[in-house]
């Protein structure tokens, strides 16, 4: 008996890996987070499992879920939205399956920023302007730990992509106005991939009125860099000419 903490992808089913589909369609047991994960993938399950929505549960009853299913024998689909291992509360969920012997496997998903990236067709690491990518969210009900605190990661000025912060979009760019500036380039992705996507493109001087406009108030990403309009960047020392590696030498002789 396993318990699978699968990553059910941004929405659309299509995204889901075969190794989630496979588990989701063969697995006695299937408890999902209703909230966000998509009643498409959900239908995959077998018509005998039981399936559970744990939008209404607590971490306790979760975890009886799993020890139910541990005394009969049976498979779990722990099914989560993106990749399980971002923002996904799964922690704790591994701790007490530790704590009680559970064994368990984690499947990854593609997780909502990259989705969000995938529907901006913006590559989010450009040479010489940014190489990271900060995970983030606003401080909320959660605290940010001190050293976390927008203000301090905006120092970087590297690319940013928020998740949880829709709600808190004014206060985002307040933190990140006076490191990125109030013309950087921001987007916002609601609901990646799913039919009623939406994208919100401005600056933070100007997004949080766009993103009233269009009545989002839930389930988005915010991506924040120059990466996201930049078009005199380098290109990558990868496909230069004069750059050998492993799988090619150079086909001239650097300057
Ligand atoms: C509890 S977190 C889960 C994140 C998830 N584990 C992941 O890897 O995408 C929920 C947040 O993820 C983001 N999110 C999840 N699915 C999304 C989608 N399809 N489009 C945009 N944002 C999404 C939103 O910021 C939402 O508030």
Known sequence: MKVYIIGAGPGDP??????????????????????LVPR???????ANAEVIDSSGMTLDEI??????????NQNVARVHTGDPLIFGSTAEQMR???????????VPGVTSFSAAAAAL????????????VILTRAEGRTPMPEREKLGELARHHATMALFLSVTLLREVCESLIPEYGADC???????AT????????GTLGDILLKVRQ???KSQSIIIVGRTLTANDFADSRLYAPDFSHRFRKAKVRAE
Do not use: N
């Open 14 to 35: 299509r995204l889901l890996t075969l190794r989630a589909a496979e588990l989701i369609s063969s697995c006695p047991v299937v408890l999902y987070t209703g909230s």
């Open 40 to 46: 498409a993938v959900i239908a995959m399950a077998r």
């Open 63 to 72: 975890t009886e879920v799993m020890v139910r299913a541990r005394d009969a």
């Open 96 to 106: 007490r399956m530790e704590q009680l012997g559970i064994e368990y496997e984690v």
């Open 121 to 132: 067709r913006r590559e989010l690491t450009l040479p010489e302007l940014s190489q990271t």
């Open 185 to 191: 380039p921001v987007a916002v992705v609601y609901r």
């Open 194 to 201: 799913c039919p009623e996507q939406k994208i919100v493109r």
């Open 214 to 216: 269009a009545g989002i």
